[in-house]
Structures are given as structure tokens and as C-alpha cells.
């Protein structure tokens, strides 16, 4: 009974995700034992403002990287967005809902463009967004001249602003989101082949998946999230700054792999990437709060993404002298049987 | 004189060599035999330092040597000539010659290229290589490229060098000009350990040939009054005639025709049918074109022209999703590493990857119970050994990774069948094993099947049928092999002809 106890309990241990909830709450009591100013409700509300935000950047990368590609472009597409929301709304006249329709259009077509370009000619996804992102950031400036577009209305804010049960509306619907893209990858048809042509294309290919479809779609799905995010971001900000999601190309690769997306693609951790985006803000956050010199945040940060990503693979290393012992000891038992 | 004693390398899941004893002496050209998977490349890799074995020594002139890394065994004067031709194209042939030690030509900070072509030139000349030291190596020919391969194992002062199917890429005539310069390499008391799957150049070349089967080793023979079948025997460990599995009720009925299939630079005008529930067999050595023919009629690769007639219909495949979803044609790879399975995926996974469409509810979600229920029912029409249906592919041994490749296309529930090699890399147990199951997919399901193999004992066991491919033509059919029990040593000599 104890022993099936502690088996379970390794078991549990052993997943991907369970690690970074430790860091969590690890790190959580560190900084709610040295400033008094992390564990009060104003602050874990901003705190959870931000995870959302963030949850909508990495999965926007994790779509792509799920099919073996990457995203560099997807701060720009968000960027574009928030240009095209507060255009539309600003110089346009255009009602907000309908903005928001806009833009939302605007980040699945810049998505639709990337994907289109790396199947058609068969380019490494690198590149590809290498360059829409030049493409997409000279958008930004050229519409918008470097102005910010604050005449948002109030109502605009709602979402970005407000909250229920004290958990802000943009936490809820990022964990909407996560449990959404959960259902789809395991249940859905569409999910299960575009994970499979992450795992390996060629065996996708040569099983009937169309993997052109399914990188194409899983970029417009990056684009679509990513103008999610700058739209949350409008919405969080009450303005929208033609800079918007200049820093987030580096922030969602950090969610998605600490979060457990795995590069090389196949894999999707809903809950893996949920804390990771937790864990990314609090030590923004809580780093604050311990009034540690801001400056050097980002080296902090990786630091944390290097040991995040040096986690998987010791864990990797681990498990195949483990495989190869059992292997052996098999061999072995298995030896003696015929003798 | 190099000694293996006791030699044993386990991989996940298979053991590779098992306590292997040989020894190679200079001066001697000894040829190393066996199938597909019987462990000749792993041993080669342990000679060479690439591998380290899980137990056994390995002695040189009696010394005990170890080595940890491929520059170990260079030190101990051993080098290999690799199957694959790896040559720098955009370097000259000097500097391939001497790239592995290319930082002992240094003048001071600068390469001293002078020496450099000087020192290439003596190993050129050692196996009559005319070329220029600082000729392109980008142009050359197969055969050139090899030889500059061997002039690179010389220079390092080899006394024994291992060739790896050295022929395989090379044409007849070069060929012969290749053999001529092994014997030179004898002359001057350099042991060579030549791996080649050709029986008739293992007996005119060589002095001694010994064997794998299975990881194990079966035995040395000299080459003087060896015959084809004893090497044959040895290689498979039975005589070559294989147990009749009968007669197949085959139908007259044509399920797929193959009309003037053509792809520039490759095919002429194929031509070819298969009838309803027979097993046509596709023979041929590797690179005669079975699987780009195949991949071509699923619509994997494209082809220029022709016509493709399924169950009397005209039809156009342009993908393996269509050949899939609309005709029912499943491919079964050759390549099940790379083009079969998702490695770090489940067998649940792997398995039902071609039948989640065929699964859904109202609301188009997956049916989980359902899935496991088709897959579980395939482990055990397979006898696929894994410890759950949620253990990673991968993890699983290489028989029956094959099975699992095997029964997604069964899961599939397809009518055509192409498999290609089902059973490369795969062991004695696991093919008796598939080889029933092909066979009962024809007998009972009426399953029309392509089977692609380069193994005849098992081609002729298992095909009512054989189609005889050579340089991209069919160029012969045996088509008297639906009976009772069959002629295995009239029917090997028949595809002999044809490919002369």
C-alpha cells in the first residue's frame, strides 16, 4: 500500500509540469517572506493581468513550434494589431467591436502570409519570420507613424481591467483558451495531425496527413493569438502603442519551453505552460518588490531559461541510462530463461 | 594480427553482437557475411572505436588495446572506408587525403600546401590514382571518390582497413579496376576486411569468409571450393528452400493497372497489374526502382505520365491522403524510423494515426474508447509485445516497431497493401511471424498486396506472383508461382536470368 503510494507519488513527480509548479510556489513564499507588499491582492491581481497576457504570447509560439517551426515575427503581428485596432477606432471611426474583428483578421492573415510562404517554397519557418517581421514592423511605423493611439473608449477597457471572483477577466480567458487548445489536441482530428506532423513530418506525410494544411493552419493560429494578445493589451493599457510586442519574442519562447513545449515539436502542456507564466512574472515581479536592480531583469530571467531547458535534458539523460539498466537487467533475466 | 574475443554490444531492446570471436591477419582479404541486422556494421563500429562493447577485448599482436573514439583506432593503424561516400566535394583531393591530420602540415601558423600535395601524391600513387593533388573532388565519379577514401585510410599508415560494401555504389567496370587495387593492398600486407553482400565478388576476391547471423557468430570458411550455398546456409542458417505456404485463391478481377507509367529520368512507359487477393512480388537489388515506383502510383513523389486504374476506374492520386481516404491504399515504408513512426509518440498513437477521421461523434471529437478498443485488437492480431498501449514507440524493439507500422495500415482496413521490406532489420521470430500475416491478410481478408523485398528466400515463400526489376525496368514476371509447393533453386535461377 505504501509502496503503491510512493510509486504514485513519483509518478507525479515526474511529470513535466510538476516542476514548475514547485518553482512556484517556491519562489511565491520567497518573496512573500521578504516584502510585504507581494501577497496583497492588488498586486497578485496585476500579477495575473500580466500571466494572461503572457499565456496568449507563448501559445501563439507553442502552435508553431508544436508543428517543428517557430514564430520570430508573432510581436509584430501583435503589434500590427494593436496599429490596426487603434487606426480603425481612432482615424477611422470604426465601432470597437468591429476593430476588434479587424484586428483580429489583421494577425490571422499575417499568419496565413508566413505559413503560405514556408510551405509553398519549402523555407525553414526561421527565416521566414525573420523577414515578415522586418515587413510587419515596417507596417507599424509606416501606418502609424510612431504615434500612440489613445483615443480608446472606456468600454474598451472592461476586460483588460475588471475582474471576477478577484481573478482578472484576462486570467479567465487565458485559461479559456488553454483549455480549449487542450480538447482540440486530444480529441480533435485537426489537433492529433498537426501534432503528428510536430512529431515527424515525413511519418505524417506518409500516413495521409496534408502537412501543408496543418503548418499553415497551426501559423494562422499563431497569428490569431498573437493579435489576441495585443488586443488584451489595448484593453489592459486603455491606449495602443505602435510598440506593443516588441519584447515578446523572447518572452514566448521562455513560457513555451519552460512550460514544457518541446522544441523539436509534438507536444502540447496546457498546465505546464500556465505556471511557466507565472513563473515568468513573479520574478519580474517579485524582483521588483525585493528592490533588486531592474536593470539586470533580464539576465535573471536567463538564467531561469537556461536552467529550465538544461532541466530536460539531464532529465532525458537520466531516464536513458535508467531505459538502458532495464534494458540490460531484461537481457539478462531473459538469457538466463533460455539457458 | 587483430583478435575479437567475446564481444557484446546490447541496444535498447536488441542485442546486437553476442559474444563474437574473430580474428583478421594481415595480408588477407577476409570477408565479412551476413543479412540485414545480423550485427556486421555494429562490429565494424566497435573495430573502429565508434562504439565501445558492453564486454569483450580486443587485441592487437597480442596486446590488449582499447578505444574510445575513431582517432584511437587510427592510432592503432586501423581505418575504414565508409559504405556512404564521405568525401569534402569542395576541397581538393589532397586536402580529403589528408584532412584527418591536416594540422600536422602546419608552416609556423600558415598550411604548408606544398607538403601537403607532395604527401597525397605518394598515397595516390600507392593505389594508381591519376589525378592531380589539387584537382576539385566536386566532379569526380563514385568510383574516384572511393578511391580517395582509401588513399585517406592508407595515408594514416593503416594495416588493417575495413571496406564497407565498397562496390555497392560503383559501376562494373570501375568495379574491376577497384578489385585490382584490394589485391595490390594485399601484396603489400595490409589486412583488408571487406563487407560486401555480394556472394560472387566475396568468392573471387577473397581468402577467407566468415559469418554473422543474428548478433552471433556462425563460422569461417576459406574461400578456396566455397559454393554460393554454403555461404547462403550459413548466412540464413537453413538450406534455401523454404516450407510451402500453399496455394492463394486468387481472383481474376484487377484491382489496381498501372498503364505506361512514366517518370522522366527514371521510368519508361511500367506497365503492370495486380489482381484481387494475390501477393505480387517486386524484385530487384536496392536503387531498380520498387519504391519510387510505389511511392509514386500513392502520390508521395510526382510522377510525368501515365495511367492509374482502380477497381476498373480511372483515378488520380495525388497524395497519400487521397490514396488513403479515397481509394484505400495503405504504403507500409521500408524506412520505419523515418517515414513509419513517430518515435516519441505512443503505440496508441502510432497506430491509430490513420483512422481518427473514421472515429467521431456527432460533435467530430475523437472517440478515445473506440480508438484504444481498434488498437488493442491490433496488438493482439500482431502479438505486439509493449508494455502498454502508451509506451513510447521507440522504446519498443525493432520488430515490433515493425508491427506497429504494420498495423496502422491494417487499422486503416485498407484493400490495397503495398508493404516495402517488412521484415529489414527485424528478427527470426518477428518474420516468421510477419510473414504469416501477410499471408493470411491474402487468404482471408482478401487483401490485395504489393510486397517489395530483396530478400528472395522470402519473396518467393510468400508471392503468387514476381515482377523482376532492373534499372527502372520490369524486365521480367514469373507468374507460375501460385501452387502448392514451389521450386525455390528453379525459381532463384529464373530471377537470375532476368537480371543478366
Avoid at chain 2, 92 to 110: C, P, Y
Wanted: glycine share 10%; hydrophobic share 45%; with cysteine.
Amino acid at each position: 500500500m505504501a509502496g503503491d503510494l510512493r510509486k504514485r507519488l513519483k509518478k507525479l513527480l515526474g511529470r513535466y509540469e510538476v516542476t514548475t509548479i514547485l518553482a512556484v510556489l517556491l519562489l511565491g513564499c520567497i518573496f512573500s517572506l521578504f516584502s510585504s507588499s507581494f501577497l496583497t491582492s492588488y498586486n497578485l491581481f496585476n500579477l495575473g493581468r500580466t500571466a494572461a497576457i503572457y499565456i496568449f504570447i507563448s501559445i501563439a509560439q507553442a502552435l508553431v513550434i508544436i508543428v517543428g517551426g517557430m514564430n520570430l515575427s508573432l510581436g509584430f503581428i501583435g503589434g500590427l494589431t494593436v496599429v490596426a485596432v487603434g487606426y480603425s477606432i481612432q482615424e477611422a471611426g470604426i465601432p470597437p467591436m468591429l476593430a476588434v474583428l479587424i484586428g483580429l483578421c489583421v494577425g490571422m492573415i499575417a499568419g496565413l502570409l508566413n505559413g503560405i510562404v514556408i510551405t509553398a517554397f519549402r523555407l525553414n519557418s526561421f527565416v521566414v519570420t525573420l523577414a515578415t517581421s522586418f515587413i510587419f514592423t515596417g507596417l507599424i511605423n509606416g501606418i502609424s507613424q510612431g504615434y500612440p493611439y489613445d483615443q480608446i473608449p472606456p468600454s474598451f477597457t472592461l476586460i483588460g481591467r475588471g475582474g471576477l471572483f478577484s481573478v482578472p477577466y484576462v486570467l479567465w480567458l487565458a485559461i479559456l483558451a488553454l483549455a480549449i487548445l487542450g480538447y482540440v489536441f486530444k480529441y480533435t482530428v485537426v489537433g492529433r495531425r498537426v501534432l503528428a506532423t510536430g512529431g515527424n513530418i515525413e511519418v505524417a506525410k506518409m500516413s495521409g496527413i496534408n502537412t501543408n494544411k496543418t503548418i499553415i493552419l497551426a501559423n494562422v493560429g499563431s497569428g490569431l493569438f498573437a493579435a489576441l494578445a495585443g488586443i488584451l493589451w489595448i484593453s489592459r493599457t486603455g491606449s495602443a502603442q505602435p510598440s506593443t510586442g516588441a519584447d515578446w519574442m523572447l518572452i514566448s519562447f521562455a513560457v513555451a519551453v519552460i512550460g514544457g513545449t518541446v522544441l523539436k515539436g509534438g507536444v502540447f502542456n496546457p498546465i505546464g505552460m500556465f505556471f511557466a507564466s507565472l513563473l515568468i512574472v513573479m520574478v519580474k515581479n517579485g524582483l521588483v518588490m525585493l528592490n533588486a536592480n531592474v536593470y539586470f531583469e533580464q539576465a535573471y530571467l536567463g538564467v531561469i531559461l537556461l536552467l529550465a531547458v538544461s532541466l530536460e535534458s539531464i532529465r532525458f539523460l537520466l531516464n536513458r541510462k535508467k531505459m538502458k539498466r532495464h534494458l540490460k537487467e531484461q537481457q539478462l533475466i531473459e538469457g538466463k530463461g533460455k539457458e | 594480427m587483430l583478435e575479437l574475443k567475446d564481444i557484446s554490444k546490447i541496444f535498447p531492446g536488441v542485442k546486437a553482437l553476442d559474444s563474437v570471436s574473430l580474428s583478421f591477419l594481415p595480408g588477407e582479404i577476409h570477408a565479412l557475411m551476413g543479412e540485414n541486422g545480423a550485427g556486421k556494421s555494429t562490429l565494424m563500429k566497435i573495430i573502429t572505436g565508434i562504439y565501445q562493447p558492453d564486454s569483450g577485448e580486443i587485441f592487437y599482436d597480442g596486446r590488449k588495446i582499447e578505444m574510445r573514439s575513431f582517432r584511437d583506432a587510427v592510432e592503432h593503424d586501423i581505418n575504414m572506408v565508409s559504405q556512404e561516400i564521405q568525401v569534402i566535394p569542395e576541397s581538393t583531393v589532397a586536402e580529403n587525403i589528408v584532412l584527418d591530420r591536416i594540422d600536422k602540415f602546419k608552416n609556423t601558423w600558415k598550411l604548408d600546401w606544398n607538403r601537403i600535395n607532395e604527401t597525397a601524391q605518394i598515397y595516390m600513387d600507392l593505389i594508381g590514382l591519376d589525378l592531380s593533388p589539387t584537382d576539385k573532388v566536386e566532379n569526380l565519379s563514385a568510383a574516384y571518390k572511393q578511391l580517395i577514401q582509401i588513399a585517406k585510410a592508407l595515408s594514416s599508415n593503416a594495416k588493417y582497413i575495413i571496406l564497407d560494401e565498397p562496390t555497392s555504389s560503383l559501376t562494373t567496370f570501375e568495379t574491376v579496376r577497384f578489385i585490382e587495387i584490394i589485391k595490390e593492398l594485399k601484396k603489400k600486407g595490409v589486412g583488408v576486411i571487406f563487407i560486401s553482400h555480394k556472394i560472387e565478388e566475396v568468392l573471387s576476391l577473397c581468402d577467407k569468409v566468415s559469418v554473422l547471423r543474428d548478433g552471433k557468430y556462425v563460422g569461417s570458411r576459406t574461400c578456396e571450393n566455397l559454393q554460393r550455398q554454403d555461404i547462403v546456409k550459413m548466412m540464413i542458417g537453413r538450406e534455401e528452400n523454404l516450407e510451402s505456404l500453399g496455394a492463394l485463391p486468387v481472383k481474376e478481377e484487377k484491382v489496381l493497372e498501372v498503364r505506361d507509367h512514366t517518370t522522366y529520368g527514371q521510368f519508361n512507359k511500367l506497365n503492370f497489374y495486380l489482381k484481387k487477393g494475390e501477393i505480387l512480388g517486386f524484385y530487384g537489388l536496392v536503387g531498380s526502382g520498387r519504391t519510387e515506383l510505389l511511392r509514386q502510383i500513392i502520390g508521395a513523389d510526382k510522377k510525368d505520365g501515365g495511367e492509374l486504374i482502380i477497381n476498373g476506374k480511372k483515378a488520380i492520386i495525388r497524395s497519400v491522403e487521397e490514396a488513403l481516404e479515397s481509394y484505400g491504399i495503405g504504403y507500409v515504408t521500408e524506412n520505419r524510423k523515418e517515414e513509419g513512426l513517430v518515435l516519441d509518440f505512443s503505440v496508441t498513437t502510432n497506430v491509430g494515426i490513420t483512422i481518427w477521421k473514421k472515429i467521431l461523434n456527432k460533435v467530430r471529437k475523437i472517440k478515445t474508447s473506440e480508438e484504444s478498443e481498434i488498437v488493442e485488437k491490433m496488438i493482439q492480431k500482431m502479438a505486439i509485445k509493449t508494455p502498454t498501449d502508451k509506451t513510447k514507440v521507440g522504446t519498443l524493439s525493432g520488430g515490433n516497431q515493425q508491427k506497429v507500422s504494420i498495423a496502422k495500415w491494417l487499422a486503416a482496413d485498407c484493400d490495397i497493401l503495398m508493404i516495402d521490406e517488412p521484415t529489414v532489420g527485424v528478427d527470426v521470430g518477428a518474420k516468421v511471424h510477419i510473414h504469416e500475416l501477410i499471408w493470411n491478410l491474402a487468404l482471408k481478408e482478401e487483401k490485395s498486396i504489393i510486397l517489395v523485398s530483396s530478400d528472395m528466400p522470402e519473396l518467393i515463400k510468400l508471392a503468387t506472383r514476381i515482377l523482376v526489376f532492373k534499372d527502372w525496368k520490369i524486365v521480367g514476371e514469373l507468374d507460375y508461382l501460385n501452387v502448392e509447393s514451389k521450386d525455390y533453386s528453379r525459381i532463384s535461377s529464373h530471377i537470375g536470368e532476368y537480371l543478366t
